[in-house]
């Protein structure tokens, strides 16, 4: 593999500091033994600078090692899960600066500090393997940390798109037509688009659409419904016009090969959310509900339909509006989903605005709280047979006594045969909150008293309980066991 300059340098210091403090020496002592300065030394064992070969062999002498170890690229158990790092090259893949990081100061922290960096990079190697976590989880959950660090909302992407309305002179105080976004990709891109039905190749029958680069091809799929249509013109036209090459070609996604195509999806798919729910007039909408004093389910619904898009892009849309134009920056986004007839609920998506909210994902198979508005939607949308069935309640966490509005969609998964999930935001209550959101004061909301997970939560008499309490009962035996031991210790101090 072609490692670059920059990590064999990182990689000869890392190596030359391991031998000299392995031989108790320090940098001045080997710097009297070699004649060489110990600013020179310092900037090899950081990685700034890689001897010559004349040097390389002086250094070899006065440690007592061999040439061949040490213009090794390999690195011995100690350091080796760094090394597997570097050369994999993910810290490549993915632009730390996003993050604030400079590859410089990356550098810089692995070289003062290799043993506690390394067992950093062994525990997230582990934590990995424990959880199965593929290359492309560990991409989406970079992506997810980078849209919370930004509260989800990116002003240069709004932007872009209000000079793509101007330039195509697209009015953003209504709802654009799919007739106006095929006929962008048509005559300014010179798309060609031709219905398939994937459904008669089963490998195909999760995908909605492909793209052919070469002859400019978009295949749709023949069951696909308008929003979902509207979603995948809009995003190709963002792919155009935000010239974003390095891209996904399959509705939904199979793989990614680099961080590059997680990000432009992103991008891709943040763009065509903007034109599809053009702000200003998703506030105004936003603001006319809030100001019903006794909203009801119906008119929410209204409100995601008057736009012609699934309730996910809705959701998301949520998500980088009302912490911007609202000042509610504590929300949360789950996608939860559900096999008809099983008694299994997984989190598919999750984003959290500001903090880590209550109702997060967990990998070891715990049963989330069936008082959650997330599963409610879902049972009572394949109860009463509807293609979409919305709720809202107050959740308030048994733990930490925090309370959330929280809203939910379920409608049939669109990927993935005889599943339904559900889409939800929740909005942490607080002053501010209640500021907007007058009508929770009136109490036509339902307020549940709910947990996370079965397992951890200690509510008494829960008839929606799908499993023992196990993992509480634990920690309060260890509790137990612990305030004894520390009597015992006293009695004996």
Known sequence: MDIEKDYIKLIFGLKLKQVRTQKNLSLFGLAKLTNLSKSYLNEIEKGKKYPKTDKILLLCEHLETSYDQMVSLKLDNNLAPIGEILKSGILKEIPLELFGIQEADLIDIIANAPAKVNAFISTIIEIAQHYNLSRESFFLAALRSYQEAHSNYFEDLEEKVIAFSKSFQINLDSKISIEELEAILKEEYDYKIKEIAFTDQEALEDLRSIYVPKSKTLLLSTEIDNPQRAFILAKEIAYNYLNLSDRLLTFSWIKFENFDQVLHNFYASYFAGALLLPRQLVVNKINDFLNNEKPNPEEFVALIESFEVSPESFYQRLTNLLPKDFHLKNLFFLRMSHKI??????????????????????????????????????????????????????SSYVHSGNEYLVFSSATKDPFIKDNIRSISVGILINPTMKKKFKFIEGKPIEKRIVGVTCETCDVKDCLERAAPPIALEKKKRHENTDAVVQQFITQYS
């Open 341 to 394: 007839g099983s008694d299994f609920y997984q989190i598919k998506k999750e984003l959290h605005i500001t903090n880590q909210q209550e109702p997060h994902a967990n990998e070891t198979n715990e049963h989330y709280c069936r008082r959650w508005v997330s599963v409610k939607t879902i049972d009572e949308a394949i109860r009463q047979n509807k293609p979409h069935f919305f709720d809202a309640q107050i």
